[in-house]
């Protein structure tokens, strides 16, 4: 983690990916690290390159959504470093499912036919589409992990008024819908995903990053149906394959356990894997870009005088 410090800094967080300054307490610098997170835990090791994967993958999807909803991006000066607008987030991360699979699968296959306040159809198997894509909220906790809550908690715990919450559920079923759209054009299907919105007064906004591996879970097309009808694992592209190893190796973010020893070939498979979701889903071979500290900063900075915030 490099540690910068801006002119007008107002503010600094180091999430479990990225790492937030706040200039002039209305903009965001937002620097996508190198590390990897599972189970809300931060992997001991760093994987090359993903944060620029992180940063400009989500500038690419932020980009061809904004006609849908207004977003905090602005600018990214350098291959990991986004700037844009500061927001009062939202205490609820809005998460979208559109296959039985992951958190839900587990649920389901453990009897319940309830999840998030929304009922389950009978009858599904793993990865089978549901009929309507369906919203299970979580809380978006500071620090540990966070809960799966429903709507109706949501809104009588006043986390969100009934009329935002109206509004976020729309913005999230069009987003998803515009998300499954540019997916299927790179053979590829969304099949879950999370947004997170803010506000600046009284005007929503879609914050942080979207249909990137680290907050979307994506299966190859070609082959789906087959895979689907033979119950057969999914080919897919996301983070899971690093959970699931992590599962594997009796890791899952619980007290008294360990994380498994992360040797180089696993740290270059999972960059492999990082680069290979960009390049099928913005369609262009990956151009990695090693900048050093004092460029990266150069860079933001000159960014920042640009746009007048300093």
């Not at 559109?98 to 009978?122: E, F, M």
């Not at 908690?153 to 729309?170: F, P, T």
């Not at 996301?238 to 599962?247: N, P």
């Not at 180089?264 to 099928?280: F, G, Q």
Request: net charge negative; hydrophobic share 35%.
């Amino acid at each position: 983690m490099s540690n910068f410090s801006f002119p007008y800094q107002t503010n600094f967080y180091s999430g479990k990916v990225r790492d937030v300054y706040t200039i002039n307490n209305t903009w965001l610098v937002m620097i996508a690290s190198n590390r990897i997170s599972a189970f809300d835990v931060i992997l001991p090791k760093p994987i090359p390159y993903k944060g620029q994967v992180l940063n400009q993958l989500a500038a690419s999807m932020l980009n061809n959504t904004k006609d849908i909803c207004p977003n905090w991006l602005v600018t990214t000066p350098a291959p990991n470093a986004a700037i844009g607008k500061r927001c009062e987030p939202f205490k609820v991360e809005m998460v979208v499912r559109g296959n039985l699979t992951g958190h839900a699968w587990r649920t389901y296959k453990s009897g319940k036919r309830d999840l998030c306040g929304v009922a389950l159809p009978q009858g599904m198997k793993e990865n089978d589409y549901f009929p309507n894509p369906i919203i299970t909220p979580t809380t978006k906790a500071a620090v540990g992990h966070d809960e799966d809550i429903s709507k109706e908690d949501i809104i009588a715990g006043r986390i969100v008024s009934m009329n935002d919450y109206a509004k976020l559920e729309e913005y999230t079923l069009a987003l998803f819908a515009r998300g499954r759209q540019l997916a299927k054009k790179s053979g590829l299907i969304l099949v879950d995903t999370k947004y997170e919105f803010g506000q600046i007064g009284n005007e929503i906004f879609l914050m942080d990053e979207i249909h990137t591996p680290d907050s979307s879970r994506y299966f190859y097309a070609d082959g789906f149906k087959e895979r689907l009808k033979n119950n057969e694992p999914q080919k897919q592209l996301s983070k899971e394959f690093v959970r699931e190893w992590l599962i594997a190796n009796n890791f899952m973010g619980k007290e008294g356990q360990t994380v498994p020893e992360m040797n180089e070939a696993w740290i270059d498979t999972i960059s492999k894997r990082y680069i290979e979701l960009y390049e099928a889903l913005i369609g262009e071979r990956f151009v990695a870009e090693a900048l050093s500290d004092d460029e990266t900063y150069d860079r933001i900075v000159e960014s920042l005088e640009g746009l007048k915030v300093i």
